[in-house]
């Protein structure tokens, strides 16, 4: 927490607004700051839900500056910060965006995300609510607010803002950190903020459907997050291909050129936005295995909402067989954690527990009795799930979410089976020697991409040349240390560049990369084989690596040299759009270029697949 907001005295606090009493007053402004503000206007971008097209708030954007001497709102803050008035600049942009968006009254649910520069979070005579509260008092209840701290500005290093954060919270206002992996703070601003929104900034989503990196930090970030209980805001969405992978990825929200640009009319505002309702109805992909199973097991309990008095909960849990936790909800069906039963013995089995509960003289929320839990969204991968049990607050379950809103609560029970059916599918199709997996696992993961019209695809098929010949000269237990080096190259160059990775059989392998720039796909596979190239030479004795090869008989029994231990494949790419591809087509084409992979120079050959079944030609130097 900053010095200067540790200083600050209890009884200063205004007991309406738990604000600083000062800063519940306006704070006066020089006159040519006073004119210059009211010369700005607000504008307003939606944020939205990525599976259902609903609009879930706004956030407030400002406008006008080219009729100011500033460029951009940064240069107009740090002016404000040197003349020691940005907290009251703040107040007044605040107050300024609040009463435009008090005008938006024909759905009541929408909220209003407003930025707050970093450097007055925490800081005495911050603005806090008092844009927020007419006169200073209680916070409007026709407004839900989540202020987005931009983590572009750097924080003192002994600046902490968690209780500055809990003060927001107790007066029902969230938190969304803004502009996230591209600041001074990044996770220390977010273990310290405890955020409800995280939103991962442009620089992440853009192009994220044709870079393997991208899609590797944002699916961490979700994952991270989600195991949080923090919602995922993706930033600038402006292409069909970044909206669907942000979606897959498990992002909650998007906001973006693709859906709205930012306006200044409020009630041309769409409770939803059809843009995205047909993105959806256009993907014709199949649901994931993950989200069917997870809509099958989970337990569709009811929810409270957080407003609800606290003798509903006590109805709640009233009975033989009521649930023993409560999810509770705000106004916009958004997970705000659990209430647990256990929790409220204290009160229920105390002498007077019972009347203290239902006393509204000592407050009649349930955000004091609510505790955090894991989220996840009903498309989550099972590991991410499992990884999210594995959270200290899971002990229960988790919280299944959908489009952002509470769909279900995920048991540990029910979790459990799920495991065990993963393990037991997992063995049955599993190579027993390398742990990758098998045929039928492939054949799905082939199915899927071909499903995946809208992005390229390369999927490799990759074997040993030589192999039966080093088999015999050097053993079985040799051949099988070589099977296994390779896989264990495959896992780690699939785990690093978000690609998939299966044991045929024997020396026979695939792998699959999807979303990813040709060049930069053909590239990590044919580095792929050149490492092999090389682990492989570990296999051999002095000699044979001088040499270069090693003797051996050949298929009819004939002693001859074999060159050293390497591997080749046939990659096919496949291009984006509309086509009518089997993997009988896959598994074809692959078998007729296999002679011509093995005597490339580089070890691989690369067909080109569209909406046609003919396959293009082998590309000059592609084998």
Same mark, same amino acid.
Request: aromatic share 8%; with cysteine; charged share 25%.
């Given at each position: 927490?900053?010095?200067?907001?540790?200083?600050?005295?209890?009884?200063?606090?205004?007991?309406?607004?738990?604000?600083?009493?000062?800063?519940? !007053?306006?704070?006066?402004?020089?006159?040519?700051?006073? !004119?210059?503000?009211?010369?700005?206007?607000?504008?307003?971008?939606?944020?939205?839900?990525?599976?259902?097209?609903?609009?879930?708030?706004?956030?407030?954007?400002?406008?006008?500056? /080219?009729?100011?001497?500033?460029?951009?709102?940064?240069?107009?803050?740090?002016?404000?910060?040197?003349?020691?008035?940005?907290?009251?600049?703040?107040?007044?942009?605040?107050?300024?965006?609040?009463?435009?968006? $008090?005008?938006? @009254?024909?759905?009541?649910?929408?909220?209003?995300?407003?930025?707050?520069?970093?450097?007055?979070?925490?800081?005495?005579?911050?603005?806090?609510?008092?844009?927020?509260?007419? #006169?200073?008092?209680?916070?409007?209840?026709?407004?839900?607010?989540?202020?987005?701290?931009? &983590?572009?500005?750097?924080?003192?290093? #002994?600046?902490?803002?968690?209780?500055?954060?809990?003060?927001?919270?107790?007066?029902?206002?969230?938190?969304?950190?803004?502009?996230?992996?591209?600041?001074?703070?990044?996770?220390?601003?977010?273990?310290?903020?405890?955020?409800?929104?995280? %939103?991962?900034?442009?620089?992440?989503?853009?192009?994220?459907?044709?870079?393997?990196?991208?899609?590797?930090?944002?699916?961490?970030?979700?994952?991270?997050?989600?195991?949080?209980?923090?919602?995922?805001?993706?930033?600038?969405? /402006?292409?069909? %291909?970044?909206?669907?992978?942000?979606?897959?990825?498990?992002? +909650?929200?998007?906001?973006?050129?693709?859906?709205?640009?930012?306006?200044?009319?409020?009630?041309?505002?769409?409770?939803?936005?059809?843009?995205?309702?047909?993105?959806?109805?256009? +993907?014709? $992909?199949?649901?994931?295995?993950?989200?069917?199973?997870?809509?099958?097991?989970?337990?569709?309990?009811?929810?409270?909402?957080?407003?609800?008095?606290?003798?509903?909960?006590?109805?709640?849990?009233?009975?033989?067989?009521?649930?023993?936790?409560?999810?509770?909800?705000?106004?916009?069906?958004?997970?705000?954690?659990? *209430?647990?039963?256990?929790?409220?013995?204290?009160?229920?089995?105390?002498?007077?527990?019972?009347?203290?509960? $239902?006393?509204?003289?000592?407050?009649?929320?349930?955000? #004091?009795?609510?505790?955090?839990?894991?989220?996840?969204?009903?498309?989550?991968?099972? +590991?991410?799930?499992?990884?999210?049990?594995?959270?200290?607050?899971?002990?229960?379950? *988790? *919280?299944?979410?959908?489009?952002?809103?509470?769909?279900?609560?995920?048991?540990?029970?029910?979790?459990?089976?799920?495991?065990?059916?993963?393990?037991?599918?997992?063995?049955?199709?599993?190579?027993?020697?390398?742990?990758?997996?098998?045929?039928?696992?492939?054949?799905?993961?082939?199915?899927?991409?071909?499903?995946?019209?809208?992005?390229?695809?390369?999927?490799?098929?990759? @074997?040993?040349?030589?192999?039966?010949?080093?088999?015999?000269?050097?053993?079985?237990?040799?051949?099988?240390?070589?099977?296994?080096?390779?896989?264990?190259?495959? %896992?780690?160059?699939?785990?690093?560049?978000?690609?998939?990775?299966?044991?045929?059989?024997?020396?026979?392998?695939?792998?699959?990369?999807?979303?990813?720039? /040709? /060049? +930069?796909?053909?590239?990590?596979?044919?580095?792929?084989?050149?490492?092999?190239?090389?682990?492989?030479?570990?296999?051999?004795?002095? &000699?044979?690596?001088?040499?270069?090869?090693?003797?051996?008989?050949? !298929?009819?029994?004939?002693?001859?040299?074999?060159?050293?231990?390497?591997?080749?494949?046939?990659?096919?790419?496949?291009?984006?759009?509309?086509?009518?591809?089997?993997?009988?087509?896959?598994?074809?084409?692959?078998?007729?270029?296999?002679?011509?992979?093995?005597?490339?120079?580089?070890?691989?050959?690369?067909?080109?697949?569209?909406?046609?079944?003919?396959?293009?030609?082998?590309?000059?130097?592609?084998?």
């Amino acid at each position: 927490m900053d010095e200067a907001m540790a200083s600050v005295p209890a009884e200063e606090w205004d007991d309406r607004s738990g604000t600083p009493a000062g800063n519940a !007053r306006k704070a006066a402004l020089p006159a040519e700051w006073t !004119r210059l503000l009211a010369g700005l206007s607000v504008a307003f971008q939606p944020i939205v839900q990525m599976r259902t097209g609903r609009c879930h708030g706004m956030e407030a954007l400002l406008r006008g500056l /080219e009729r100011s001497p500033f460029a951009s709102p940064n240069d107009l803050l740090d002016a404000a910060c040197m003349q020691g008035l940005l907290a009251e600049v703040e107040c007044a942009l605040h107050a300024k965006a609040v009463a435009a968006f $008090r005008a938006l @009254d024909h759905w009541p649910n929408a909220k209003l995300f407003l930025n707050i520069d970093a450097r007055v979070v925490g800081v005495a005579g911050s603005p806090w609510l008092a844009p927020f509260a007419p #006169d200073g008092g209680a916070p409007d209840p026709r407004l839900t607010i989540s202020l987005e701290i931009s &983590e572009r500005r750097e924080l003192r290093p #002994d600046h902490s803002i968690e209780q500055a954060i809990d003060r927001y919270r107790q007066a029902g206002i969230g938190v969304a950190l803004d502009d996230f992996g591209v600041g001074f703070a990044g996770l220390r601003l977010l273990y310290e903020s405890k955020p409800d929104y995280l %939103k991962i900034d442009r620089y992440f989503i853009d192009g994220i459907d044709q870079d393997t990196r991208k899609r590797a930090i944002a699916h961490a970030l979700v994952g991270y997050a989600h195991a949080l209980g923090i919602l995922i805001i993706a930033e600038g969405v /402006e292409t069909e %291909k970044e909206f669907h992978t942000c979606r897959d990825l498990g992002c +909650d929200f998007a906001q973006g050129y693709l859906i709205a640009r930012p306006s200044l009319d409020l009630r041309a505002v769409p409770e939803r936005y059809g843009i995205v309702e047909e993105l959806n109805r256009q +993907d014709r $992909r199949k649901p994931n295995e993950a989200r069917l199973r997870l809509s099958e097991v989970i337990e569709r309990q009811p929810p409270l909402a957080v407003n609800s008095p606290k003798t509903e909960l006590l109805e709640y849990f009233r009975g033989d067989n009521s649930p023993s936790i409560a999810p509770i909800v705000d106004r916009q069906q958004r997970p705000l954690g659990l *209430i647990r039963e256990r929790d409220l013995k204290r009160f229920v089995y105390s002498r007077f527990g019972s009347e203290l509960l $239902r006393n509204k003289g000592l407050g009649d929320t349930l955000l #004091d009795l609510v505790v955090k839990s894991p989220v996840c969204d009903i498309s989550t991968p099972l +590991d991410q799930v499992i990884e999210a049990f594995s959270a200290e607050e899971a002990s229960d379950g *988790i *919280i299944i979410i959908e489009g952002g809103e509470y769909a279900g609560f995920l048991s540990s029970g029910a979790l459990i089976r799920l495991v065990h059916e993963r393990n037991l599918a997992m063995a049955a199709d599993q190579n027993p020697l390398t742990r990758l997996p098998g045929n039928a696992a492939i054949v799905r993961h082939i199915e899927r991409a071909l499903q995946e019209q809208d992005r390229k695809h390369v999927l490799a098929y990759l @074997d040993f040349d030589n192999f039966k010949p080093f088999n015999d000269r050097f053993g079985f237990r040799q051949g099988d240390r070589a099977i296994l080096m390779f896989s264990e190259r495959l %896992k780690a160059w699939a785990s690093g560049n978000g690609g998939f990775a299966g044991h045929i059989g024997g020396d026979d392998f695939f792998v699959a990369l999807s979303g990813a720039e /040709e /060049e +930069d796909a053909l590239a990590r596979m044919a580095d792929l084989v050149a490492q092999f190239r090389s682990d492989a030479e570990s296999l051999y004795d002095p &000699e044979a690596r001088e040499a270069g090869c090693f003797e051996g008989k050949d !298929r009819y029994g004939a002693v001859r040299r074999f060159p050293l231990l390497s591997a080749s494949g046939v990659a096919v790419v496949i291009a984006p759009g509309p086509h009518r591809l089997t993997p009988d087509a896959i598994n074809t084409a692959i078998a007729g270029h296999k002679a011509i992979a093995k005597e490339s120079p580089d070890k691989l050959c690369i067909v080109h697949l569209s909406y046609s079944l003919d396959p293009l030609p082998c590309g000059a130097g592609e084998g």
